[in-house]
Nanobody, 123 residues
Framework: QVQLVESGGGLVQAGDSLRLSCAAS????????MGWFRQAPGKEREFVAT????????YYEDSVKGRFTISRDNAKNTVYLQMNSLKPEDTAVYYCAASRAKISSTSSWYDYWGQGTQVTVSS
């Protein structure tokens, strides 16, 4: 069992930056691929970014490439999402998730989910 707790969300203006953190419980954090997803009001949850257990490989949704960076610190059982040049369309609840399977942008591959953290970007 893995428990995930996100933090770092908030209200910012367009062009600002935020760093989200996701702290995981358990001693096998490095064995999990970690992902970030988001869900805007009235929309389905969508993939944002993912990273392998070792941190060597990452994958991003096209609209965040070059603006968002996913990283992890396995010694701290934490995954991060650095978000730069934020846009109003980035407004959503952001969720981190853990997968025992291969790196994936598909939510059904993820076994554990956090409760989410709200990010609101004003224009």
């Amino acid at each position: 069992q893995v428990q995930l707790v996100e933090s770092g969300g908030g209200l910012v203006q367009a062009g600002d930056s935020l760093r989200l953190s996701c702290a995981a419980s358990g001693r096998t954090f490095a064995s999990y691929c970690m992902g970030w997803f988001r869900q805007a009001p009235g929309k389905e949850r969508e993939f944002v970014a993912t990273i392998t257990g070792s941190g060597e490989s990452t994958y991003y949704e096209d609209s965040v490439k070059g603006r968002f960076t996913i990283s992890r610190d396995n010694a701290k059982n934490t995954v991060y999402l650095q978000m730069n040049s934020l846009k109003p369309e980035d407004t959503a609840v952001y969720y981190c998730a853990a997968s025992r399977a291969k790196i994936s942008s598909t939510s059904s591959w993820y076994d554990y989910w956090g409760q989410g953290t709200q990010v609101t970007v004003s224009s």
